[in-house]
């Protein structure tokens, strides 16, 4: 079953639960805000209850987008005075694309820099009052920063934005600083290397936990595309292995916004098996609490490929911590068991203890996985 009462409407402007509960949904999706926007692109329109909270929603995103343009300016003059610069990626970089910047809200904000620049940064935030937090996550960044004011966002650095199966990190400052785009405050990546970096993020990082927002991320990205920029993806994609989650990830954004594909665009990526499909459509419906990310991190199915699993689990990313001194490291550890209780345990439970929900993520992460390691030849 891949619909739901929210979807219809999403496609129809057709209303079958109390609008209350569609604001809460499209809340939770971060997708209030682009309501407006819906229903101008498919010719309905919004009742007056939910014109209303669609305004509030852009309200409050240019408030955000102010005190965002604020920490920005002084996250500026910190990366200027240590001679670094500074590369934003993933969500605020993504938002820059959008047609109205009201229409796409954060959740934190994401810096790439190299190994020695990151422990130098970190470093600086540090003393400017971000506070250091730890936490048994895996996103291949330092432990992410609280900010000192309110109104700023939680900032990440990150050494790389993703890694492979055998855990080699990829889209690392080193492989990507070449390429570099200036924005009106900040760098970013080129257009090619950041829709790959989004689609793994929501593709194979998330397994489609995050919800419906990358597609839109990835719709406007590419909105001014010609032949040549695709063709360029599917070059850059073909190298990275990832040809099969670019194929993914565009049938699903053509679904989530009933746009089908061009053809000359979709010859140029693996079709999705049906089952895969239909799997991953369950994940973004059901969007149910965590499940364990075995299928993602497990290297091989081995007895050395569950031990570098353990590992892993255990003490965290060993590139990424080769970011952290020495003091970091031990804190890193000390607090290490804490966000494994908090991030794993309850998942783990959830799935051994035969809950439904978490079951069928589970056989829908696995058929996912299986399909997208194929490509890596695992």
């Not at 305004?55 to 910190?78: F, G, H, M, P, T």
């Not at 971000?130 to 700023?152: D, E, K, M, N």
């Not at 991320?217 to 909105?223: A, E």
């Amino acid at each position: 079953m891949n619909s739901s009462p929210y979807l219809n409407f999403w496609w129809t402007g057709e209303l079958t639960v109390s609008e209350a509960a569609l604001i809460s949904w499209a809340r939770a999706q971060r997708l209030l805000p682009l309501l407006g926007w819906r229903a101008e692109q498919e010719g309905w329109s919004l009742s007056p209850m939910l014109q209303q909270a669609v305004q509030e929603a852009r309200y409050r995103a240019l408030a955000e987008q102010l005190s965002v343009k604020r920490q920005i300016n002084d996250l500026l003059a910190i990366c200027d005075s240590l001679d670094i610069p500074l590369v934003i990626v993933k969500g605020i970089a993504a938002g820059q694309y959008y047609p109205d910047l009201a229409w796409r809200s954060y959740r934190d904000l994401d810096i790439l820099a190299s190994l020695s620049a990151a422990a130098r940064l970190q470093n600086a935030l540090e003393e400017v009052g971000y506070r250091v937090t730890y936490a048994g996550q895996r996103a291949w960044h330092l432990p992410a920063l609280t900010p000192p004011h309110s109104g700023f966002k939680t900032v990440e650095v990150h050494t790389a934005m993703a890694r492979d199966q055998m855990g080699e990190l990829l889209f690392t400052f080193s492989q990507l600083q070449n390429d570099l785009i200036d924005r009106d405050q900040f760098k970013s990546l080129d257009v090619v290397n950041h829709l790959l970096v989004l689609i793994h993020h929501q593709v194979i990082h998330h397994q489609f936990e995050i919800g419906f927002l990358p597609f839109l991320d990835g719709y406007f990205l590419t909105l001014e595309w010609g032949m040549e920029e695709w063709q360029a993806l599917a070059t850059e994609a073909a190298r990275r292995k990832l040809l099969e989650s670019v194929g993914l990830f565009l049938a699903l954004e053509a679904w989530f916004l009933a746009n089908p594909i061009p053809i000359e665009i979709k010859s140029l990526f693996p079709t999705p098996p049906d089952a895969v499909l239909a799997a991953s459509k369950d994940l973004l419906v059901k969007r149910g609490k965590p499940t364990p990310h075995i299928w993602r991190d497990l290297p091989t199915y081995t007895v050395s490929g569950w031990l570098r699993y353990l590992s892993l689990v255990l003490l965290g990313d060993p590139k990424t911590r080769q970011g952290l001194s020495w003091k970091e490291r031990v804190r890193f550890y000390l607090q290490r068991p804490f966000g494994l209780a908090a991030n794993h345990i309850p998942a783990l439970w959830r799935l051994i203890s035969g809950d439904p929900e978490s079951r069928a993520a589970w056989q829908a992460r696995r058929e996912l996985m299986t399909w997208l390691r194929a490509e890596e030849g695992l």
